[in-house]
């Protein structure tokens, strides 16, 4: 694969969401959250499994907070940079359980907190930069969600969620890359055909 060419289109869609106006990101994240959770898929699973948010990604506090109000079990990636592995953990607290990690993003405090089996993770809610209709994704590029979604059980459903500018014609994709089963943006569902 032409490696450039996910590099090219990430590095510009980085751009593009940096530069995005804090209030419609926080609207387009409110308009996601609310689909998701009225989406059937989702009404019926109990472990959910998302990523913390970290500056003009689709925000997912919001859906944290309602999941854990209406009995949802949340478990969110600690990302290990050694080998570009997840693991994943059940956290109860969006403050007291998690940390800033040496990137400035929220991790789960791994030392005190359960580790989640990934065979009981009913939904996971991926991150990405860019997205096409065919549910494929590019992330930040080193492989995290690939290798953690390739040992998923099939009956897992995956979400990407994203601003709508962020799906584009055709994503580049290698043998290795894992495409989602659902992407989410304010303004429209995509199902994975
Ligand atoms: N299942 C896997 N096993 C081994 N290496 C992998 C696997 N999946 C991805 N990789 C490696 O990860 C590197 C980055 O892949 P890619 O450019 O698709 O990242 P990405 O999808 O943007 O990142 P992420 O999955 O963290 O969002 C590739 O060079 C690839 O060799
Ligand atoms: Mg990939």
Redesign the pocket.
Known sequence: MDDNL?NNL?KNMLIIRKNMPKQNACNFSKKIMDTIIGLPQFINCKNIMLYISFNNEVDTYKLATWCLNNNKTVIAPYCIKSN?KIVPFIINNLTTDLTKSTFGIMEPKYDILMNANIENIDLIIVP?VVFDEDCN???????????FL?MKTKNTITIGIAYDYQIIDKVPT?E??VPLNFIITEKRIISLK
Do not use: C, E, L, N
């Not at 994704?137 to 290798?147: H, L, M, S």
């Open positions: 996910k990430r570009h990405g994704r590019i992330g930040f590029g080193a492989g995290y969600y690939d290798r390739s290698d290795y890359d």
